[in-house]
T-cell receptor
Framework: GDSVTQMEGPVTLSEEAFLTINCTYT??????LFWYVQYPGEGLQLLLK?????DKGSNKGFEATYRKETTSFHLEKGSVQVSDSAVYFC????????????FGAGTTVTVRA | EAGVAQSPRYKIIEKRQSVAFWCNPI?????LYWYQQILGQGPKLLIQ????????DSQLPKDRFSAERLKGVDSTLKIQPAKLEDSAVYLC?????????????FGNGTRLTVT
């Protein structure tokens, strides 16, 4: 079935460091791809999305590009802040049928001042 | 706009007891989802409603879990009887139309501990 595999954490960085979280997917056809973020004590919220190959999603300085050839959707940010400390989830939705998300296991990111 | 409301925030029960969780989605959102998030794992879909009808409940352990969405608004998820492995955070989410252009909005979840 459809699934995502994301980089295991936890990841600890210093402020202004470069962040990459790897995500690869397995799906029939061309799914839509998402990154969700969960800040401490809060619910999951959509960070960015891409619905077709070569699309780039971006938000709050984060970017991810839908790469069909490598079935990947890696999340990147050039200069992290302490406020970026959170759990990040990669997710996909199958291209047909009902819209429902399959999530990866999540990557915990801690940014130190 | 008000977000997705869930209650209670925390619940501790003993195994074999029953428990119920409540969710009030964002007003006007037709699609409602219940997810189970076990510690260290990503959320797993339990059930999806479109208005008051069930769209997908293939991952719902129907021998002990049940859910309803009367009148197509708020929803209740019940577990009876609970097992130790049901300890998790139960997340409710809603979506305006349930398609790719309608992002999911999640509540803060109910953390269930079964002892």
């Amino acid at each position: 079935g459809d699934s995502v595999t994301q980089m295991e954490g936890p990841v600890t960085l210093s402020e202004e460091a470069f962040l990459t979280i790897n995500c690869t997917y397995t799906a029939t056809g061309y799914p839509s791809l998402f990154w969700y973020v969960q800040y401490p004590g809060e619910g999951l919220q959509l960070l960015l999305k891409a619905t077709k190959a070569d699309d780039k999603g971006s938000n709050k300085g984060f970017e991810a590009t839908y790469r069909k050839e490598t079935t990947s959707f890696h999340l990147e940010k050039g200069s992290v802040q302490v406020s970026d400390s959170a759990v990040y989830f990669c997710a996909l939705s199958a291209p047909k049928g009902d819209y429902k998300l399959s999530f990866g296991a999540g990557t915990t990111v801690t940014v130190r001042a | 706009e008000a977000g997705v409301a869930q209650s209670p925030r925390y619940k501790i029960i003993e195994k074999r007891q029953s428990v119920a969780f409540w969710c009030n989605p964002i007003s006007g959102h037709a699609t409602l989802y219940w997810y189970q998030q076990i510690l260290g794992q990503g959320p797993k879909l339990l059930i999806q409603f479109q208005n008051n009808g069930v769209v997908d409940d293939s991952q719902l352990p129907k021998d002990r879990f049940s859910a309803e969405r009367l009148k197509g608004v708020d929803s209740t998820l019940k577990i009876q009887p609970a097992k130790l492995e049901d300890s998790a955070v139960y997340l409710c989410a809603s979506s305006l139309r349930g398609n790719y252009n309608s992002p999911l909005h999640f509540g803060n979840g109910t953390r269930l501990t079964v002892t």
